[in-house]
C-alpha cells in the first residue's frame, strides 16, 4: 500500500529558530515529491522535487530529496510567526494519471 | 491570471441527499484533481480528470462521481450521502497529469 509519513506531527518554536520537517515515502510508480503550506484552506505550492540530491530554494524555505533513502526535507530558517502552518508533503504516483498520496502533515506553530 | 476556484464555499446537507461541488482551472491547465480532507487529516485522492476523461481513482465508492467540462472546468458529485462524507473537499487543477497540482480554495460539507 503507498503510504507518506511525516515526522514530527506537531512542533513548537519560537521566532528566529530553523527546523527541519520530515517526509518519508513508500510508494509505487514514483514520479515527484511535493511541499504544500496550509493555513486555512487551500494548500499552496511550495516545491517540486524530482531528482535526488539537488537542493530548492525560496527564501528561507529550502527542500532536498533522497531517492535512494526514500524521504525529503523541509528547512525553514529564521522562522516567523507567519510561518505558523501546516506543512503537508505529498508523493506523486504516476498511473494513468498522477495522483498524489499525502502524508498527516506537520502543524508548526512559531511563538513570538 | 485567476487561480483555481471553487463553489460553494460552504454547505449542510442532511444523510441520504445528494450534492454537486464545482471547480474551474487555472486558465491553460486541463487536468483536474479532486480530494478529500477530513479533519486533522492530509487530504486523499478521490479521482482526476484529463481532457473531459476520468483518468485514475483512489478508494472512494461509485457514489462519488465526477465530469470534466470542455472549459477544463469540473464537478464533483456525492449521492447518498454519509455521515462520514463530511469533510473539506478540495480541487487541484494541473497543466497535464503528471504536473503540480494547484489547489483551491475547497468547500467545506457538513453531513447532519
Known amino acids: 500500500e503507498d503510504k507518506v509519513v511525516q515526522s514530527p506531527l506537531s512542533l513548537v518554536v519560537h521566532e528566529g529558530d530553523t527546523v527541519t520537517l520530515n517526509c518519508s515515502y513508500e510508494?509505487?510508480?514514483?514520479?515527484?515529491l511535493l511541499w504544500y503550506k496550509q493555513e486555512k484552506k487551500a494548500p499552496t505550492f511550495l516545491f517540486m522535487l524530482?531528482?535526488?540530491?539537488i537542493e530548492k530554494k525560496s527564501g528561507r524555505l529550502s527542500s532536498i530529496l533522497d531517492k535512494k533513502e526514500l524521504f525529503s526535507i523541509l528547512n525553514i530558517t529564521a522562522t516567523q510567526t507567519g510561518d505558523s502552518a501546516i506543512y503537508l508533503c505529498?508523493?506523486?504516483?504516476?498511473?494513468?494519471?498522477?495522483?498524489?498520496?499525502f502524508g498527516q502533515g506537520t502543524e508548526l506553530s512559531v511563538k513570538p | 491570471e485567476t487561480g483555481v476556484t471553487q463553489s460553494p464555499t460552504h454547505l449542510i446537507k442532511t444523510r441520504g441527499q445528494q450534492v454537486t461541488l464545482r471547480c474551474s482551472s487555472q486558465?491553460?491547465?486541463?487536468?483536474v484533481s479532486w480530494y478529500q480532507q477530513a479533519l486533522g487529516q492530509g487530504p486523499q485522492f478521490i479521482f482526476q480528470?484529463?481532457?473531459?476523461?476520468?483518468?485514475g481513482r483512489g478508494n472512494f465508492p461509485p457514489r462519488f462521481s465526477g465530469l470534466q467540462f470542455p472549459n477544463y472546468s469540473s464537478e464533483l458529485n456525492v449521492n447518498a450521502l454519509e455521515l462520514d462524507d463530511s469533510a473539506l473537499y478540495l480541487c487541484?487543477?494541473?497543466?497535464?497529469?503528471?504536473?503540480?497540482?494547484?489547489f483551491g480554495p475547497g468547500t467545506r460539507l457538513l453531513v447532519l
Open positions: 487541484a487543477s494541473s497543466p497535464d497529469r503528471a504536473e503540480t497540482q494547484y
Open positions: 510508494v509505487t510508480n514514483f514520479r515527484s
Open positions: 524530482t531528482s535526488s540530491g
Open positions: 505529498a508523493a506523486m504516483i504516476y498511473n494513468q494519471g498522477g495522483k498524489l498520496i
Open positions: 486558465s491553460g491547465h486541463n487536468t
Open positions: 480528470y484529463y481532457r473531459e476523461e476520468e483518468n
